[in-house]
């Protein structure tokens, strides 16, 4: 009799209670939106369809976890750095189910499906000669098609190889090259490299690099970059030291035109504040961040759907110095082939006339 009287109870045990959640598309109006997800209803449901092969459930059962419903998930601890916000929300969801959730959806955001339909370097040439005469409109600079940079974004220690990833500014990070145009959209991204790691090897080891040197970008554009990179035909450098007249013209022009990376950066990191503050997960997931972060914010662009405005203030601002992390012990051997054509550069396009 003692075990009839159990039964009842065991399978009331069983029954499970899921917590009501919320349909945030119907609750919130586009600049509630975007100041929670950094995307309005249509930027939502552009990603949502592009990763939904992706995030559906291959469970049938009635109460799986939506794409729409991860992606929102995902946006919402992408744009505030904090996981606890997304459960605060009252989505529904529970912590652990949060962060299955957050990695299942970076991880697609971040494959190269993705990425590199997001992530484009302009290859045709009217692509090409627009990008460059945007350029061209920031400081009279020739030939432009790019600007590259390092940033830092700064981690947890991690638990192996935890000296590989200090930077010269002696914190934890994963060293991030990066390259905008003149309208501070990414063109391209690496995110893959510890933080001690020098400017110079990371775009030598980069696709970037075989871009150029195979001819695969026509003869005439060119990469500015800091005095970090090494001079070449299609990477320009400033002056350490520059002469009065042309080299001094050049450089002028030269530093006016690399403030759209320090600004695309600091909007990117505004923008998803995941990037902002001390990522507390392990490298390898952080650079999956990043590289989400960096396809987001591409779309964001194209759809033309502006920071929130309480963070407006900030989002035309050069990153902090002091995050840039720029290298100073550049290697000494900078072939001379590039310092020959930077010259001859000079002297052909910023020739000072008596």
């Not at 040439?125 to 600007?147: C, H, K, L, S, Y």
């Not at 790691?197 to 080891?205: G, P, V, Y």
């Not at 507390?280 to 033309?304: F, G, M």
Request: net charge neutral; proline share 5%; with cysteine.
């Amino acid at each position: 009799m003692a075990h009839q009287q159990d039964q009842p109870q065991a399978q009331l045990r069983q029954v499970r209670n899921y917590r009501p959640r919320r349909n945030v598309l119907e609750e919130l109006d586009d600049t509630d939106l975007i100041k929670r997800y950094r995307l309005d209803r249509e930027g939502i449901e552009f990603v949502t369809d592009m990763l939904r092969g992706a995030l559906e459930s291959a469970t049938s059962r009635s109460m799986a976890i939506s794409p729409e419903l991860k992606v929102i998930i995902t946006l919402r601890y992408l744009a505030t750095g904090k996981m606890q916000q997304c459960s605060g929300d009252d989505l529904g969801l529970s912590q652990p189910s949060i962060s299955r959730v957050i990695k299942q959806t970076v991880e697609a955001l971040a494959s190269p499906a993705i990425t590199t339909r997001i992530i484009k370097f302009p290859r045709a040439r009217i692509d090409i000669q627009r990008t460059q005469n945007e350029f061209m409109q920031i400081a009279n600079f020739p030939g432009v098609v790019g600007i590259v940079d390092g940033t830092h974004i700064r981690i947890v220690a991690p638990t192996e190889y935890e000296e590989e990833y200090v930077n010269r500014k002696h914190y934890h990070s994963i060293n991030t090259q990066i390259v905008f145009d003149a309208n501070y959209k990414i063109l391209d991204v690496v995110a893959n490299w510890p933080g001690s790691t020098h400017d110079a090897r990371i775009l030598r080891h980069s696709g970037l690099l075989r871009l150029f040197e195979t001819n695969m970008v026509p003869a005439g554009c060119h990469l500015l970059g800091d005095s970090a990179y090494p001079c070449k035909r299609w990477l320009l450098t400033p002056y350490l030291r520059p002469l009065a007249g042309a080299q001094e013209a050049y450089n002028r022009a030269h530093k006016r035109t690399p403030c759209v990376v320090e600004r695309g950066i600091g909007q990117l990191k505004r923008r998803f504040h995941v990037l902002h503050g001390e990522v507390r997960v392990s490298p390898q997931k952080t650079c999956k961040i990043i590289l989400a972060c960096a396809v987001l914010y591409n779309i964001c662009k194209d759809r033309h759907i502006h920071i929130p405005e309480e963070d407006l203030l900030d989002e035309n601002a050069a990153e902090d110095v002091e995050d840039r992390g720029r290298n100073e012990d550049a290697p000494a051997g900078v072939p001379e082939d590039g310092l020959r054509f930077r010259d001859h550069f000079v002297n052909l396009h910023f020739a000072v006339e008596d």
